[in-house]
């Protein structure tokens, strides 16, 4: 069993910085098809893909709305992945998810691939910037 935990969250000001880490605990078998992201969610909005990242760390994906202020990377030795999130923002508030799962064959790990594909999920985080 695969479980990604979240920490990291919390309330800063506009314009500031956080970085979130995610420990995926448990066995995991990882091939070419391993794709880890982050998602956020606003209380009556449905959840988004915020940044997916592959198997090896090569190839991030990121939703356009944080691209060129958020970060997605990961450590394979530690099994952990990391969200740095530059110049926060307002909008920028929401729980956010760490995810896990294996994206089809023909398809790519993307922020944009189908929830259905993350099987494993955590319990999220908040992060609050004030307006």
């Known amino acids: 069993q695969v479980q990604p935990v979240e920490s990291g969250g919390g309330s800063v000001q506009a314009g500031e910085s956080l970085r979130l880490t995610c420990a995926v605990v448990?066995?995991?078998?990882?091939?070419?098809?391993?794709?880890l992201g982050w998602f956020r969610q606003v209380p009556g909005k449905e959840r988004e893909g915020v940044a997916a990242?592959?198997?090896?760390?090569?190839?991030?994906t990121y939703a356009d709305s944080v691209k060129g202020r958020f970060a997605i990377s990961r450590a394979n030795a530690k099994n952990t992945l990391y969200l740095e999130m530059n110049n926060l923002k307002p909008e920028d508030t929401a729980v956010y998810y760490c995810?896990?799962?294996?994206?089809?064959?023909?398809?790519?790990?993307?922020?944009?691939?189908?929830?259905?594909?993350?099987?494993?999920w955590g319990q999220g985080t908040q992060v609050t910037v004030p307006s």
């Open positions: 990242i592959d198997s090896n760390g090569a190839s991030a």
């Open positions: 448990g066995d995991s078998y990882e091939d070419y098809r391993w794709c």
């Open positions: 995810a896990a799962g294996y994206y089809p064959i023909g398809s790519q790990c993307s922020a944009l691939l189908p929830e259905v594909y993350f099987r494993y």
